[in-house]
T-cell receptor, first 114, second 112 residues
């Protein structure tokens, strides 16, 4: 029973265009959502997050949108750059646990072509 | 600079052997986590700890154990390695009450 689903295993985008990565979840107790970025042979690194009391959070080229009623969030990267090519994981936190235990999606491989 | 390290980075072992993967962090974080990454599954939680002498099972804990004798280290032990445990293993840590976790570089384990 996967509580977090990233239904697109891969995404290919041209440099300068927008990349949109999607994440769906089923657990209504999730109250905080993080996005991680992972390069090959490295550990994941934190990218951006959003609290369930907000519907948008922006940090430079990265914006995360949250639609609680649809249990859906998305990460927008504008403009996309070749250095953004990586695996992206969404990782919600269960509000019923107070110690930051995260549930990771399967990941989406983003490739940005020059 | 504070950091989180894992050793070894690569390990090849045989079925049935005991294997221990090391994780060391210098942030003085109370929370530490072990994940495995497999194609199609993302990162799955194996074990986690909220402090010294505290350990908890994650969603895929069978065949694994951890112990927390100090704040800095959370070694992961495979009691009797199986081919199904071939994977990339990541250790992470976080401050109490903070959601963001910091990850180590990973250990690639192959069980033959």
């Amino acid at each position: 029973d996967q509580q977090v689903k990233q239904n697109s295993p891969s995404l290919s985008v041209q440099e300068g265009r927008i990349s949109i990565l999607n994440c769906d979840y089923t657990n209504s107790m999730f109250d905080y959502f993080l996005w991680y970025k992972k390069y090959p042979a490295e550990g994941p690194t934190f990218l951006i997050s959003i609290s369930s009391i907000k519907d948008k959070n922006e940090d430079g080229r990265f914006t995360v949108f949250l639609n609680k009623s649809a249990k859906h969030l998305s990460l927008h990267i504008v403009p996309s750059q070749p250095g953004d090519s990586a695996v992206y994981f969404c990782a919600p936190k269960d509000g019923g646990t107070s110690y930051g235990k995260l549930t990771f999606g399967q990941g989406t491989i983003l490739t940005v072509h020059p | 600079d504070a950091e989180i390290t894992q050793s070894p980075r690569h390990k090849i072992t045989e079925t049935g052997r005991q294997v221990t993967l090391a994780c060391h962090q210098t942030w003085n974080h109370n929370n530490m986590f072990w994940y495995r990454q497999d194609l199609g599954h993302g990162l799955r939680l194996i074990h986690y700890s909220y402090g010294v002498h505290d350990t908890n099972k994650g969603e895929v804990s069978d065949g694994y154990s951890v112990s927390r004798s100090n704040t800095e280290d959370l070694p992961l032990t495979l009691e009797s390695a199986a081919s199904s445990q071939t994977s990339v293993y990541f250790c992470a840590s976080s401050e109490s009450g903070v959601n963001e976790q910091f990850f180590g570089p990973g250990t690639r384990l192959t069980v033959l």
